[in-house]
């Protein structure tokens, strides 16, 4: 019997009470029943946003949002910055690549964040450029990005900055509208604690304008089609009927939870995490700027990180992210998003301690854990 | 946010694919679709109970299986010897008592197994009694009793062995037939991971015939009459017909894990709760025989056992049990029977090492969970 841990960041633990409200039978999306979920869902997202600006539901993974951004601002030619320090940057060019965008490639060393100065100079030297492309959390090097920093660049040109927060929105504070961030994408998988199928998506004032230029052909993502649509409490399109019922209870359980704390908790789970990897001399890949929602860690020389990923999960249940390319078989992930407490960090280190002594590299067992809960410690309550 | 882990010895938690199955919309009981349902429990059970006898499904919970052995088995006046060690001897006692038995009471101090030697000396003295009643595992002092040991002694005598197996089938080995058990009881909502609802009662040949004289009025719990409608694949009355739907699920699992190995299972998760009492120093409640379905430790001096638990549970999210009369306030129980695993384990004693701090008393933390790391390692898959 093996009992089965999601640990990985995306897709997440989906809480009891969303996959009830799932449960339900299917309801009719052209109905004022659903029109009402709907409305609760778009305003209760305006506060998970922090914008005043509609954030717009696709019946789409995250990727399908991060299209939207591309086809709908730009033209064919355009020229994008992409800041590029992992697999998610590597999409953000692929995207901008596929529509004919002119990409300029800021490449950042796997595991650190952009500096700003270095956008600010290819900024400087390339005034064509017209928008930053970003990760807030490059969730493949467990990295954030400096967001607030960059959107204080931008928001003093006429570039935009365009932000991928799928693993970053309801995990990290990113406030869209104070920080003056021009796009903001997210998926339902993540710190939504939903299954995926819905993709996220809001613009600012000065974004909303852009898409009346943009050129490169599009249907689907038709951004301003959605937003007349949602004006009226539906979609252009079929909309994920069970997934919006369940984000309906998802919005309900983070504003009951208050998002100081939901950040508070992540941040906490993180630090927890990366005081375990201390306490077991596993290397950070990402020890400056590391993200709340995921850490990453070096598996040590003698151990094969491939492998133990996949004991972990086939024989011991417990599912975390690998590295992926030239972190491919070096390193573990173990997420703390979404629906995820204290006991699912204690389970993970202790698991990993399990695995690497299994593999033969001696660990004293409970002391990752001890590290860990040290830190758990500080957040119970009276 | 709270995250609810139910580590209490019952109700205990239900596994996904049992609550999926009681999901289904209900169906009716006098049909040959449940009666095929029915038909496949009824013989998984045998496997479940070591018995070619019937294993009878009643619509009750524990404490009626164990109210239907009394009302079938016996007359007003006849006399029995409760082995009473704890709450559940007790309830024979009372049981006994409400339906004007004679009660031989043999006390047992909490925490202990009853003697051999102790039963049959009473035996030996008291010839008119007809009957054992005994618990294989205590569960409010977590203790077992020798069951085997016991069957040994009855089986020669024309004395029945009634047993209350409510925590012990399918936690432990109690081989009904081979061992000698004339009468054997459970519920649903212990190790066959199911809500509560349902009771189990098998019978020896020689318990059957005794249930022809048994002269105490009975209706509800009839079980000659729910052996006959069984072998018709039937209940004599409307049976719990999503938790019998439940019940071929977990008994599925049951099987496919094999009992082997369940036992083993159920082992090791107290073996290494145990080692954790060791490494923090907590003083077990039953040292000498310790139910492998659940482990009752003493709180330290300095600790209210009471607020302990309610505190693990109200602000931590993790339900134990604490004691009862003599021993409320004193001690935590910690179940580890069902659809529980390693990290169960481990995520009950970081929460009590957390709790333990919490309430002022240092334990350094992580180091019951390694201890108990160490022994659930020996499980590990190559």
């Known amino acids: 019997m093996l009992k089965n841990y999601l640990l990985a ?18 309801i009719h999306h052209r109905t004022p029943q659903f029109s009402r979920i709907f409305a609760e869902t778009k305003n209760a997202l305006q506060e998970l946003f922090q914008t005043q ?26 020229e994008v910055l ?21 990409v300029t490639e800021l490449r950042v060393e796997w595991g650190k ?22 990760q807030a959390s ?18 003093q040109r006429d570039t935009l900055l365009v932000v991928d927060g799928i693993t970053a929105v309801g995990v990290l504070d990113i406030p869209m509208d104070r920080w003056g961030i ?22 600012s004032e000065r974004a909303w304008k852009r898409t009346k230029e943009g050129k490169v052909a599009r249907f689907y993502f038709d951004l301003a089609k959605e937003r007349d649509n949602q004006a009226k409490d539906t979609t252009a399109w079929t909309p994920a009927i069970s997934l919006i019922i369940g984000l309906r209870e998802s919005l309900a359980m983070i504003r009951e939870e208050g998002l100081r704390r939901v950040f508070e908790r992540h941040a906490r789970m993180a630090a927890a995490t990366r005081a ?3 306490a077991l001399d596993l290397r950070l890949v990402a020890p400056d700027a590391p993200s709340p929602a995921v850490t990453g860690m070096y598996t040590p020389a003698d151990v094969d990180g491939g492998k133990l990923v996949a004991y972990l999960r086939d024989r011991m249940g417990v599912t975390f992210a690998g590295g992926q390319d030239q972190l491919k078989g070096k390193i573990v992930r173990i997420a703390h998003l979404g629906y995820m407490g204290a006991f699912d960090v204690v389970t993970a280190i202790a698991a990993l301690e399990m695995a690497l002594v299994h593999f033969g590299h001696r660990v004293p067992l409970g002391r990752g854990v001890g590290a860990a ?9 009276e």
Chains 1, 2 share one sequence.
């Open 9 to 26: 960041p995306g897709p997440t633990p989906v809480p009891p009470r969303v996959l009830l409200a799932m449960a339900q039978p299917i």
């Open 53 to 78: 600006q509609d954030v717009l539901m696709l019946a789409a993974s995250g990727s399908g949002a991060m299209e939207s951004a591309i086809t709908n601002l730009f033209s064919p030619g355009d």
């Open 82 to 102: 992409v800041v590029n320090g992992g697999k998610f940057g590597e999409r953000w060019m692929k995207i901008s690549a596929a529509f004919g965008l002119k």
């Open 113 to 134: 964040s952009v500096t700003v100065d270095a956008v600010r100079q290819l900024l400087d030297e390339r005034p064509a450029i017209r928008a930053v492309l970003v």
């Open 138 to 155: 490059e969730t493949s090097t467990t990295v954030v990005h400096p967001v607030e920093a960059l959107a204080n660049l931008t928001r």
């Open 182 to 203: 021009d796009v903001l994408v997210t998926g339902s998988q993540k710190a939504l604690m939903l299954p995926p199928g819905l993709a996220f998506i809001a613009l």
């Open 276 to 278: 375990a990897a201390h």
């Open 373 to 381: 809960q040290e830190v758990l410690m500080a957040a119970l309550p």
